[in-house]
């Protein structure tokens, strides 16, 4: 099964699907809050921060560096007005 939509023990695999909220973002990408609390990046733009979006995870995280992952959808899009 390629699909795993849970994180069980706050850790998760490459190819999990997972929720997660932008939180952020610079000129690289998106910073995003995983539904498991960890922190991740994401190269993709044009989300602005509380946008729910659904994701897999490409890397897991190192001393240095988040969780990479790729977006694959936005599941809620938070209204500027």
């Known amino acids: 099964m390629m699909w795993n ?3 069980d023990d706050n850790d998760c695999n490459i190819r999990d699907g997972v929720k ?3 939180t952020g973002g610079c000129s690289k ?3 995003l ?3 498991n609390g960890q922190e ?3 190269s993709f733009g044009g989300l602005v921060p509380g946008t729910e979006v659904l994701c897999t995870v490409l890397k897991k ?3 240095r560096w988040r969780v990479l992952v790729a977006i694959d959808s936005a ?3 938070e209204i500027v007005t």
Do not use: H, I, P
Request: charged share 30%.
């Open 61 to 63: 995280a190192t001393e």
């Open 33 to 35: 809050r995983l539904e």
């Open 29 to 31: 990408g998106l910073f």
């Open 75 to 77: 599941l809620e899009r």
């Open 20 to 22: 997660a909220v932008v």
């Open 40 to 42: 991740a990046f994401a």
């Open 5 to 7: 939509y849970k994180c």
